[in-house]
């Protein structure tokens, strides 16, 4: 049960990840459009390294513990198309199809926790209305 509350933190940490990297794209194009220092200083390619990298950390170990706990292969299906996609932003680097891959991915990659955290509360009766056989 422990092992699974870890499970959930770490998707709900990864969900939150991925919803400050689609706040940070929005504000980049925004800032960009109305401030160009502003809006250079958030597009520097260290932001998208380091977001990247947290997300290739955190999901391997989150989405990785839930196929091992769960054998459900869906979520991790997902999260690599996500950061597939993500990866796809970094290298492009420019412009509307960076932005356009990067949500995308990012969009997958938090489908694939919640997914991966619901799998867990399923499994263990946790969600309201289902009984754990």
Known sequence: MERERSI???DRMAIGLSS???????????????????GAALANPRWHEAGFTLAILIGGVALGRGYLAHRDWRPLLLGGAGLALMAVGLIRAEGLPEIASTM???VLLAFAHRLNARRG?????????HRHA
């Open 8 to 10: 959930d933190r770490l």
């Open 20 to 38: 400050l990297c689609l706040v940070h794209c929005i504000a980049t194009v925004l800032l960009a459009a109305t401030l160009a220092s502003a």
């Open 104 to 106: 995308a991915g990012v």
């Open 121 to 129: 509360a399923h499994r263990h009766g946790l969600v309201a209305g």
